[in-house]
């Protein structure tokens, strides 16, 4: 669409140039609509009213055949060339071009409706100095704009003011990267102080000078210039479309970009026509068949030549050439003619037949009930239904993380507090119980404030809270206070919070449910609910959370006066500054952190110290100084933050669950033991996406080495990528091995296919994104798939939904295989359409992924039925099918040729017009597509057992090039049975009275008769899995040829159309001879038998998978699933840090006031002979020495 657009504007003489720089001014519409800049209106549609039947027609005339059929049309008007009617073609073509149009239009509508709804949102618009309702399509650039609590954002903004002290507002950006923690943005003070003041904003009129858009989510450069003041711009002070405001009461902002030049759409990617692989190899085969039909068309109008000039002259008395015609025009005319009549090697219902399979498995598909979901009454949906035999040929899987493989929830698992391990049952006799939906749940009724979604099922860790346990109370205590969670209380007692990270926000909800509510934040204080009572500590400071510490801290005072700092962070990074008496319990933790780590849960360890005034005024003072200097300030902070941070006293660790969705780490097995390879593309932090991989299964203990590339520069990239490979492979060469080749139609494209390379082992590689967006340059790129290719599992990191599509791209260039995306948010949908196949899953993340994609469903787990089934299915009944109509097809039209050789080359038909015209349509068509759309070489238990017969479909095993010759090869041999057997059985045959049956009209019978028993005996040899329907089309359809032939070759029929019906009485005087019936078994024997010995043959000496499996389905009954338990894996690796933090939310939240003067310090704890409250080393029990009904120390 836009290329036309374009290529007309060409013409016109208005070639657009690429912009430069975006300037703009607030609330001045001329000014800036003088840049003719896009407006806020958005659209992922491909035709209109007008250009849908030009733009549609042109698509579908690139297939060749439908624009052969089109030219044979056209021949078929001419009287001197046809031998058949010209409506033979046309209708049939006009079926076809309707039909797809009908679909393609249906698709076309949906889009059109989803860019209606999103157009004719709402929003309040800055107009003349008040504020009207308006819809997104009518925002323009330069427009403020005013935005509430739990909006969408409707174009790309630069924030002006807020609602919230600093001017800070909190955005959810699942559509753009998948996360759903919130992040923090900034205006400039200048603008804040405009406030929800209207008249002040009316009369604001900065001007804006920024980059041109870009698809770049993470950088944005600008200035605002006001006043004769210049102010920079950066990412912190933009919202982008496609995010969601949240905890922010209102906020305005100034609309940089719109509708196309958003920085969502600029990621969306471009919106291409998919086409299997088939359908292209389909494209290839009939311009080879063109080919070979325009040799046999030369040939005989040779041969007609050569009649004409010796034979011809012979027969001119009685039948005298047209005027002007001789031999060569003679010869010239029937070339045209023949190719009329041979135009059945590519026939029409071809492409009909092929429309109809895909419908009907795409139905299949849509009431799959294994494949819905009830919890959201979600049915698997094939949006697409022209690409169905490609889900049978996936090599490579791109996946989305959140919300794809994890259902984007946390969940509170288990903890170790004090030496002691909760969250786990044991029977009566000290065996663990696995936990399921119908165990107890903790009974939570007592605390009025407890989330009612939190589920937990050991009880003893209740009742040691609620026993006063000192550690637990403070354990929870840390969970309640160090964080920063976003409370939001619309009603008395329900309570929501707003976590940076889901992991945050387990956490938090933990502690509240054991008692510890945490209910309110202001930049100095932090209000909890301790065991129903009310409890203020003063927020003194907060030591944040970074890339490289790994870990945070915060600085309290309590009602009582006494400082406290907690920590909370990696377990490496808080042992080594744990105090030397914490030794004894650090070991028991480790243990119990082992084994949290090998079932796959991000652990945290917790940790806190008691401080004294003394030492925090000298620390404060050093403290001002350090945040002061000009020089190495960072360097100096991070030093004191070591400082403060020593000799902890280690209270215990947690372990979340990053819930995966049911049966993600079974359909990874499953899909990898078809030898398909799974990448995941995630925009998560590197530490959350390699947990996940750890609980898919997709990286395991067991794995040679894990390869981790996370370069800062060109050349460090490749240098990692080089040191992984020569790791896995050390003979191979520096260059990759590159085979070029030529493919498509006439074989103008140009391919290049990476050689995959022998590695022994399994191996992973985990890449950053800005690692990838070096690799993915021009010169890394081919070291960066060669590499990845090697490893078994490929996890890129934090990548923008731009990187994803590339990331795809380039697979598809250089491997040559079929893949496939899937992912459930708007920062998927690039990589969606990128890829041959699009899956979206219904989740969280809104619904533009599924509106992108080809296929949807609600989980994860559906995937390996959609491949291993229906793909598989849809693929063999695809290529069965091809393999069966060419040969029937080929078989028909080849006795035309071997009949011509005794008819003088004139073009005359073997069979009866009215048996050409319905072998298609009636006889053939329907045995054919009942075995197409029905059959099955094994069913779906056996499908899910043998993974492994996925794999011929990925190596094109059952419709190639070599198939097709083979299926020509076949039809030759047929043929030739088919015309010669009865040429020679009725050559010089008498009836049963002695009267001659060797008349044209006898033959053509028995050959067309002859013909319908072979192929219709092929394809019960092709069928395996019989149903009453294919029994009833194969019987009816020969019950039908024999009643439409005895009734069109009656008498009745010629008195009243005498021309159309020639064949009077010739199928009562013929089928009624038993040389005919025994002409008619012998030729069926002769095709038959010789198929029947290669098979059987074959299968002996060299079976296929599918043989195999068959041959041990007939032998044995499949067993019952068995529900699947995942192992307890020892392991010894743990989760670096369960947050997905970014560095920075621990000045907002103290609004940058890092301090306060410090107070009197009593006691932490009313106890003081507890070893916490005097920083004494603890004592601890491991399960078996505790005494029975002992629960605190």
Same mark, same amino acid.
């Given at each position: 669409?836009?290329?036309?657009?374009?290529?007309?504007?060409?013409?016109?003489?208005?070639?657009?140039?690429?912009?430069?720089?975006?300037?703009?001014?607030?609330?001045?519409?001329?000014?800036?609509?003088?840049?003719?800049?896009?407006?806020?209106?958005?659209?992922?549609?491909?035709?209109?009213?007008?250009?849908?039947?030009?733009?549609?027609?042109?698509?579908?005339?690139?297939?060749?055949?439908?624009?052969?059929?089109?030219?044979?049309?056209?021949?078929?008007?001419?009287?001197?060339?046809?031998? +058949?009617?010209?409506?033979?073609?046309?209708? /049939? %073509?006009? $079926? &076809?071009?309707?039909? *797809? @149009?009908?679909? !393609?239009?249906?698709?076309?509508?949906?889009?059109?409706?989803?860019?209606?709804?999103?157009?004719?949102?709402?929003?309040?618009?800055?107009?003349?100095?008040?504020?009207?309702?308006?819809?997104?399509?009518?925002?323009?650039?330069?427009?403020?704009?005013?935005?509430?609590?739990?909006?969408?954002?409707?174009?790309? +903004?630069?924030?002006?003011?807020?609602?919230? /002290? %600093?001017? $800070? &507002?909190?955005?959810? *950006? @699942?559509?753009? !990267?998948?996360?759903?923690?919130?992040?923090?943005?900034?205006?400039?003070?200048?603008?804040?102080?405009?406030?929800?003041?209207?008249?002040?904003?009316?009369?604001?009129?900065?001007?804006?000078?920024?980059?041109?858009?870009?698809?770049?989510?993470?950088?944005?450069?600008?200035?605002?210039?006001?006043?004769?003041?210049?102010?920079?711009?950066?990412?912190?002070?933009? %919202?982008?479309?496609?995010?969601?405001?949240?905890?922010?009461?209102?906020?305005?902002?100034?609309?940089?970009?719109?509708?196309?030049?958003?920085?969502?759409?600029?990621?969306?990617?471009?919106?291409?026509?998919?086409?299997?692989?088939?359908?292209?190899?389909?494209?290839?085969?009939?311009?080879?068949?063109?080919?070979?039909?325009?040799?046999?068309?030369?040939?005989?109008?040779?041969?007609?030549?050569?009649?004409?000039?010796?034979?011809?002259?012979?027969?001119?008395?009685?039948?005298?050439?047209?005027?002007?015609?001789?031999?060569?025009?003679?010869?010239?005319?029937?070339?045209?003619?023949?190719?009329?009549?041979?135009?059945?090697?590519?026939?029409?219902?071809?492409?009909?037949?092929?429309?109809?399979?895909?419908?009907?498995?795409?139905?299949?598909?849509?009431?799959?009930?294994?494949?819905?979901?009830?919890?959201?009454?979600?049915?698997?949906?094939?949006?697409?239904?022209?690409?169905?035999?490609?889900?049978?040929?996936?090599?490579?899987?791109?996946?989305?993380?959140?919300?794809?493989?994890?259902?984007?929830?946390?969940?509170?698992?288990?903890?170790?507090?004090?030496?002691?391990?909760?969250?786990?049952?044991?029977?009566?006799?000290?065996?663990?119980?696995?936990?399921?939906?119908?165990?107890?749940?903790?009974?939570?009724?007592?605390?009025?404030?407890?989330?009612?979604?939190?589920?937990?099922?050991?009880?003893?860790?209740?009742?040691?809270?609620?026993?006063?346990?000192?550690?637990?109370?403070?354990?929870?205590?840390?969970?309640?206070?160090?964080?920063?969670?976003?409370?939001?209380?619309?009603?008395?007692?329900?309570?929501?919070?707003?976590?940076?990270?889901?992991?945050?926000?387990?956490?938090?909800?933990?502690?509240?449910?054991?008692?510890?509510?945490?209910?309110?934040?202001?930049?100095?204080?932090?209000?909890?609910?301790?065991?129903?009572?009310?409890?203020?500590?003063?927020?003194?400071?907060?030591?944040?959370?970074?890339?490289?510490?790994?870990?945070?801290?915060?600085?309290?005072?309590?009602?009582?006066?006494?400082?406290?700092?907690?920590?909370?962070?990696?377990?490496?990074?808080?042992?080594?500054?744990?105090?030397?008496?914490?030794?004894?319990?650090?070991?028991?933790?480790?243990?119990?952190?082992?084994?949290?780590?090998?079932?796959?849960?991000?652990?945290?360890?917790?940790?806190?110290?008691?401080?004294?005034?003394?030492?925090?005024?000298?620390?404060?003072?050093?403290?001002?100084?350090?945040?002061?200097?000009?020089?190495?300030?960072?360097?100096?902070?991070?030093?004191?933050?070591?400082?403060?941070?020593?000799?902890?006293?280690?209270?215990?660790?947690?372990?979340?669950?990053?819930?995966?969705?049911?049966?993600?780490?079974?359909?990874?097995?499953?899909?990898?033991?078809?030898?398909?390879?799974?990448?995941?593309?995630?925009?998560?932090?590197?530490?959350?996406?390699?947990?996940?991989?750890?609980?898919?299964?997709?990286?395991?203990?067991?794995?040679?080495?894990?390869?981790?590339?996370?370069?800062?520069?060109?050349?460090?990239?490749?240098?990692?990528?080089?040191?992984?490979?020569?790791?896995?492979?050390?003979?191979?060469?520096?260059?990759?091995?590159?085979?070029?080749?030529?493919?498509?139609?006439?074989?103008?494209?140009?391919?290049?296919?990476?050689?995959?390379?022998?590695?022994?082992?399994?191996?992973?590689?985990?890449?950053?994104?800005?690692?990838?967006?070096?690799?993915?340059?021009?010169?890394?790129?081919?070291?960066?798939?060669?590499?990845?290719?090697?490893?078994?599992?490929?996890?890129?990191?934090?990548?923008?939904?731009?990187?994803?599509?590339?990331?795809?791209?380039?697979?598809?260039?250089?491997?040559?295989?079929?893949?496939?995306?899937?992912?459930?948010?708007?920062?998927?949908?690039?990589?969606?359409?990128?890829?041959?196949?699009?899956?979206?899953?219904?989740?969280?993340?809104?619904?533009?992924?599924?509106?992108?994609?080809?296929?949807?469903?609600?989980?994860?787990?559906?995937?390996?039925?959609?491949?291993?089934?229906?793909?598989?299915?849809?693929?063999?009944?695809?290529?069965?099918?091809?393999?069966?109509?060419?040969?029937?097809?080929?078989?028909?039209?080849?006795?035309?040729?071997?009949?011509?050789?005794?008819?003088?080359?004139?073009?005359?038909?073997?069979?009866?017009?009215?048996?050409?015209?319905?072998?298609?349509?009636?006889?053939?068509?329907?045995?054919?597509?009942?075995?197409?759309?029905?059959?099955?070489?094994?069913?779906?238990?056996?499908?899910?057992?043998?993974?492994?017969?996925?794999?011929?479909?990925?190596?094109?095993?059952?419709?190639?090039?070599?198939?097709?010759?083979?299926?020509?090869?076949?039809?030759?041999?047929?043929?030739?049975?088919?015309?010669?057997?009865?040429?020679?059985?009725?050559?010089?045959?008498?009836?049963?009275?002695?009267?001659?049956?060797?008349?044209?009209?006898?033959?053509?019978?028995?050959?067309?008769?002859?013909?319908?028993?072979?192929?219709?005996?092929?394809?019960?040899?092709?069928?395996?899995?019989?149903?009453?329907?294919?029994?009833?089309?194969?019987?009816?359809?020969?019950?039908?040829?024999?009643?439409?032939?005895?009734?069109?070759?009656?008498?009745?029929?010629?008195?009243?159309?005498?021309?159309?019906?020639?064949?009077?009485?010739?199928?009562?005087?013929?089928?009624?001879?038993?040389?005919?019936?025994?002409?008619?078994?012998?030729?069926?024997?002769?095709?038959?038998?010789?198929?029947?010995?290669?098979?059987?043959?074959?299968?002996?000496?060299?079976?296929?998978?599918?043989?195999?499996?068959?041959?041990?389905?007939?032998?044995?009954?499949?067993?019952?699933?068995?529900?699947?338990?995942?192992?307890?894996?020892?392991?010894?690796?743990?989760?670096?840090?369960?947050?997905?933090?970014?560095?920075?939310?621990?000045?907002?939240?103290?609004?940058?006031?890092?301090?306060?003067?410090?107070?009197?310090?009593?006691?932490?704890?009313?106890?003081?002979?507890?070893?916490?409250?005097?920083?004494?080393?603890?004592?601890?029990?491991?399960?078996?020495?505790?005494?029975?009904?002992?629960?605190?120390?």
């Amino acid at each position: 669409m836009g290329s036309v657009s374009s290529y007309f504007g060409q013409l016109c003489g208005k070639e657009q140039k690429g912009e430069e720089e975006r300037h703009l001014r607030a609330n001045d519409r001329p000014f800036n609509l003088s840049y003719h800049y896009a407006n806020n209106a958005i659209k992922t549609s491909k035709y209109n009213i007008f250009t849908f039947l030009p733009l549609n027609l042109f698509e579908q005339f690139r297939r060749l055949a439908n624009a052969y059929f089109l030219f044979l049309m056209i021949l078929q008007v001419i009287p001197q060339v046809s031998s +058949l009617s010209w409506f033979t073609t046309a209708v /049939p %073509l006009f $079926l &076809v071009l309707s039909i *797809t @149009a009908v679909k !393609d239009a249906n698709d076309d509508i949906n889009r059109h409706k989803s860019d209606k709804q999103v157009n004719n949102r709402m929003v309040d618009v800055l107009v003349d100095g008040q504020l009207k309702k308006e819809k997104w399509m009518s925002v323009q650039v330069g427009d403020i704009i005013k935005l509430e609590n739990n909006e969408f954002v409707t174009a790309d +903004l630069l924030l002006l003011s807020s609602s919230e /002290p %600093l001017n $800070l &507002v909190y955005v959810e *950006t @699942a559509e753009l !990267d998948g996360e759903t923690n919130l992040k923090v943005k900034q205006a400039l003070t200048v603008t804040g102080e405009l406030g929800d003041n209207i008249d002040a904003l009316a009369a604001f009129n900065g001007e804006v000078r920024c980059e041109p858009p870009n698809n770049r989510l993470d950088k944005f450069k600008g200035i605002l210039s006001l006043s004769e003041q210049t102010y920079a711009l950066d990412n912190d002070k933009v %919202l982008l479309r496609g995010c969601t405001l949240r905890n922010t009461e209102w906020c305005f902002g100034l609309v940089i970009f719109g509708g196309p030049d958003t920085k969502l759409m600029q990621n969306s990617g471009k919106t291409t026509f998919k086409r299997t692989s088939i359908d292209h190899l389909m494209n290839v085969l009939v311009l080879c068949i063109f080919g070979f039909l325009a040799s046999m068309c030369t040939v005989l109008a040779i041969g007609n030549a050569i009649w004409e000039f010796k034979e011809g002259s012979v027969f001119t008395a009685f039948l005298p050439r047209e005027q002007g015609v001789d031999a060569g025009l003679s010869s010239f005319l029937t070339f045209w003619s023949y190719v009329i009549v041979l135009n059945t090697v590519v026939p029409i219902s071809l492409y009909v037949s092929v429309e109809i399979i895909r419908l009907g498995n795409s139905f299949f598909i849509d009431w799959d009930r294994k494949m819905y979901y009830p919890k959201s009454d979600t049915p698997a949906q094939a949006r697409t239904t022209t690409l169905n035999e490609e889900l049978g040929q996936i090599k490579y899987i791109f996946s989305d993380k959140t919300g794809t493989l994890t259902q984007n929830i946390m969940t509170f698992n288990k903890c170790s507090i004090n030496g002691k391990a909760y969250g786990e049952l044991f029977d009566f006799a000290g065996q663990r119980v696995e936990i399921t939906e119908k165990t107890e749940k903790v009974d939570f009724s007592w605390n009025r404030l407890a989330d009612p979604k939190f589920d937990f099922h050991d009880h003893s860790l209740v009742e040691t809270v609620k026993e006063g346990n000192l550690e637990a109370q403070a354990f929870f205590r840390l969970l309640a206070l160090c964080h920063t969670v976003m409370p939001e209380e619309k009603k008395e007692g329900e309570l929501h919070y707003q976590a940076q990270s889901p992991d945050e926000g387990a956490l938090v909800t933990a502690a509240r449910n054991f008692g510890f509510v945490f209910r309110q934040r202001t930049p100095e204080s932090i209000t909890v609910m301790e065991m129903g009572r009310q409890v203020v500590y003063e927020l003194l400071a907060v030591l944040d959370f970074n890339n490289v510490r790994k870990r945070m801290s915060v600085i309290v005072r309590s009602p009582e006066g006494k400082l406290t700092l907690f920590c909370k962070g990696a377990d490496t990074i808080i042992y080594e500054r744990l105090h030397p008496s914490c030794n004894k319990l650090m070991e028991v933790t480790t243990k119990h952190l082992n084994e949290y780590a090998g079932e796959g849960l991000r652990t945290l360890v917790l940790a806190y110290k008691d401080l004294d005034e003394s030492y925090m005024d000298e620390w404060k003072r050093r403290h001002h100084d350090a945040s002061t200097a000009m020089d190495g300030r960072e360097e100096r902070l991070d030093e004191l933050y070591e400082e403060i941070e020593k000799d902890l006293m280690l209270l215990g660790a947690t372990a979340v669950e990053d819930k995966l969705q049911d049966g993600v780490p079974q359909t990874i097995e499953q899909l990898a033991k078809a030898d398909i390879k799974i990448w995941v593309l995630t925009g998560d932090k590197q530490e959350t996406a390699e947990n996940i991989g750890y609980s898919c299964n997709m990286l395991r203990e067991d794995m040679k080495e894990i390869f981790i590339v996370a370069a800062n520069t060109a050349e460090g990239v490749k240098e990692e990528l080089e040191n992984a490979r020569r790791k896995m492979c050390p003979d191979s060469a520096d260059e990759p091995s590159v085979v070029k080749e030529r493919a498509g139609l006439f074989w103008l494209q140009k391919t290049e296919t990476v050689q995959d390379e022998t590695v022994h082992g399994d191996y992973g590689l985990i890449i950053n994104g800005h690692s990838l967006a070096f690799a993915l340059e021009k010169n890394l790129q081919l070291e960066l798939l060669r590499t990845a290719c090697m490893c078994q599992t490929v996890i890129c990191c934090r990548v923008t939904p731009l990187q994803k599509a590339q990331v795809v791209q380039l697979v598809k260039k250089y491997k040559q295989a079929v893949t496939l995306a899937i992912g459930d948010g708007a920062n998927d949908v690039s990589m969606i359409k990128a890829a041959h196949i699009g899956v979206g899953i219904s989740g969280q993340e809104g619904m533009q992924a599924v509106l992108s994609s080809d296929y949807s469903f609600a989980q994860f787990r559906y995937l390996q039925r959609l491949l291993l089934v229906h793909g598989r299915w849809s693929y063999l009944r695809m290529c069965k099918f091809l393999r069966y109509f060419f040969y029937k097809n080929f078989t028909f039209t080849f006795v035309h040729f071997w009949y011509a050789f005794f008819c003088g080359f004139s073009a005359q038909t073997v069979y009866d017009e009215w048996f050409i015209t319905v072998y298609n349509l009636v006889y053939t068509a329907l045995p054919v597509l009942g075995m197409s759309i029905f059959d099955q070489d094994v069913n779906d238990r056996w499908s899910f057992q043998y993974p492994q017969l996925y794999t011929p479909g990925q190596l094109n095993m059952y419709f190639s090039k070599k198939a097709f010759v083979r299926c020509m090869m076949h039809s030759c041999y047929s043929s030739l049975i088919l015309f010669f057997i009865p040429w020679a059985a009725i050559y010089d045959t008498v009836r049963d009275d002695g009267k001659d049956i060797a008349d044209y009209q006898s033959f053509a019978l028995l050959a067309q008769t002859c013909l319908l028993f072979v192929v219709s005996i092929q394809l019960c040899l092709d069928t395996h899995y019989w149903t009453a329907v294919n029994q009833f089309f194969i019987w009816g359809s020969l019950a039908a040829y024999f009643a439409v032939t005895f009734t069109m070759y009656s008498n009745g029929m010629f008195f009243i159309f005498t021309s159309a019906f020639p064949f009077i009485g010739t199928a009562r005087n013929s089928l009624n001879q038993p040389n005919v019936w025994l002409t008619i078994f012998l030729t069926s024997l002769l095709c038959i038998l010789p198929v029947v010995a290669f098979r059987f043959i074959l299968i002996l000496l060299r079976p296929t998978i599918n043989d195999k499996v068959r041959y041990k389905m007939r032998k044995e009954a499949l067993p019952a699933p068995t529900p699947r338990k995942l192992p307890r894996r020892i392991s010894t690796r743990r989760s670096g840090y369960a947050f997905s933090h970014s560095q920075g939310y621990g000045d907002l939240v103290t609004s940058r006031k890092f301090l306060r003067p410090l107070k009197s310090r009593p006691a932490l704890f009313l106890q003081t002979d507890s070893p916490l409250a005097q920083n004494q080393p603890q004592h601890y029990r491991t399960i078996k020495e505790e005494p029975e009904g002992s629960q605190s120390p």
